[in-house]
């Protein structure tokens, strides 16, 4: 489906002081990850100064935000926080949004939440502002990048994917969706021909947009192993109760198997759903660096 080298991102949830994750950082650009990811959750570190020491901390590691709670930004001030780091990193910055799904940190933060259709729509129009403002030659200060930034979109529901089609230079998939009937930020993966249909969907809005957008998953287990078979009924009984072994498997979210298994699992998952950008969550490193290893050489 697609040529695109992997890239490999790690997703930040955690700060211990200074010292500690300057190195961390430095670890993770020699292990071959190209980018370090920061959320915008309300008891997580704020994502703008972690991306700028992890920056200021390495030489070539790509610094990026999966992905901020457009919730709690308006375009203006997200245009400055974004046009600093793009700058004081020399041009380092990806810039990923989404539409917030955590009512809980809504009403923490004292903001209204709001049904779905809102929330994309508000995302909507801040993305549109935000292309304005950091492609402006007068906006100070000046973003590195030209024409911007990238920008990364993320999501699953039809209105994020239409958004991503028409605007992003980057999708993230996530792979979950909310439980029907359950509190929001209730969470379940997404099965293969879930995805299926996703990306079909992607590639339909988009069109001749479709090849120029690269393709990120947020990988949310990683286990290396020589018994695939073992380690997804582990899974399915400890932490995705009620998903069948086999689903488990072949979910792009999930990544089982030796470190050879994984490689190929990861191509399968570039030629069936052009997945290239490859990110996991900050206690996966160990292992996916095994994986990295393996593909970069």
Known sequence: MTSRAFRFGLNQREIQDRDTFVEHCRWAERSGFDTLHLPDHLQSPSPFPVMMAAADATERLRVGTLVLNIGFWNAALLAREAASVDRLSGGRLELGVGAGHMKSEFDLAGIEWEPVGKRVQRLR???????????????????????????????????????????ADIFGYGGLWQQKGQPPGTFRLATAAETDERMAFLRDRAGDRFDRIELNVLIQAVEITDDRAAAAARLSADRLEGMDPAE???????????????????????????????????HLAEDMAKVIAAIKG
């Open 125 to 167: 129009e801040t993305v549109v502002r935000l292309d304005e403002l950091l492609t402006d030659p007068d906006h100070l200060p000046a973003v590195v990048q030209r024409p911007r930034p990238p920008l990364l979109i993320a999501g699953t529901g039809d209105g994020l994917l239409e958004l991503a089609a028409e605007h």
């Open 248 to 282: 488990i498997l072949s979910t792009p979210t999930v990544l089982i198997g030796s470190v050879e298994e994984i490689v190929e699992q990861l191509h399968e998952r570039r030629d069936r759903y052009g997945f290239t950008y490859i990110s996991c969550h900050q």
